[in-house]
T-cell receptor, first 113, second 116 residues
Framework: GNSVTQMEGPVTLSEEAFLTINCTYTATGYPSLFWYVQYPGEGLQLLLK?????DKGSNKGFEATYRKETTSFHLEKGSVQVSDSAVYFCALSAIFNDYKLSFGAGTTVTVRA | NAGVTQTPKFQVLKTGQSMTLQCAQD?????MYWYRQDPGMGLRLIYYSASEGTTDKGEVPNGYNVSRLNKREFSLRLESAAPSQTSVYFC???????????????FGPGTRLLVL
């Protein structure tokens, strides 16, 4: 079946540091890949997505590239801010699973000033 | 345009009590979903509704029932609450598949449920 594995947190960084959150997946066929972000006390918001191999999703300074050869979709940001403190979820969906989302466990990121 | 709304925001129940969590979306989406979020486990799908009039079980349906009341509303019912159902519950909706973006889901703010 479909599954997503992402690096465990929590991750604590200083402002302007480089952030990487690893995500790998197992899926049948060609899934779409997502990063969702959950700010404290809020629901999940789509951060970025990629729908085919070698696509790069980007938003708010975050980037992730769909790597089919390594079944990975790692999230990166070059210079984090305190406002990036949140829980980040990697997820996938596929037509073979009726587009239901499969989520990773989430990674809590705290950025200190 | 409110997106996805959920009520209540917070609820405390005693074991054995029942309650219904309400969800509504104003984006004319066909598909709606209920998830629960527990520490270290990400979000797990409880039930979903691919279109008005249909519902299907997700990964963890036991102890829950759902009703797709109309295209806008999708409710989740706990008939006899148990402490294991203490969690944060999220409703989500997604686009019509004919638009090519069904896979992107939009989430409500969540309902925090405590069962004593």
């Amino acid at each position: 079946g479909n599954s997503v594995t992402q690096m465990e947190g929590p991750v604590t960084l200083s402002e302007e540091a480089f952030l990487t959150i690893n995500c790998t997946y197992t899926a049948t066929g060609y899934p779409s890949l997502f990063w969702y972000v959950q700010y404290p006390g809020e629901g999940l918001q789509l951060l970025l997505k990629a729908t085919k191999a070698d696509d790069k999703g980007s938003n708010k300074g975050f980037e992730a590239t769909y790597r089919k050869e390594t079944t990975s979709f790692h999230l990166e940001k070059g210079s984090v801010q305190v406002s990036d403190s949140a829980v980040y979820f990697c997820a996938l969906s596929a037509i073979f699973n009726d587009y239901k989302l499969s989520f990773g466990a989430g990674t809590t990121v705290t950025v200190r000033a | 345009n409110a997106g996805v709304t959920q009520t209540p925001k917070f609820q405390v129940l005693k074991t054995g009590q029942s309650m219904t969590l309400q969800c509504a979306q104003d984006m004319n989406h066909n598909s709606m979903y209920w998830y629960r979020q527990d520490p270290g486990m990400g979000l797990r799908l409880i039930y979903y509704s691919a279109s008005e009039g249909t519902t299907d079980k997700g990964e963890v349906p036991n102890g829950y029932n759902v009703s797709r009341l109309n295209k806008r509303e999708f409710s989740l019912r706990l008939e006899s609450a148990a402490p294991s159902q203490t969690s944060v519950y999220f409703c989500a909706s997604s686009d019509d598949p004919t638009s090519g973006s069904r896979e992107t889901q939009y989430f409500g703010p969540g309902t925090r449920l405590l069962v004593l």
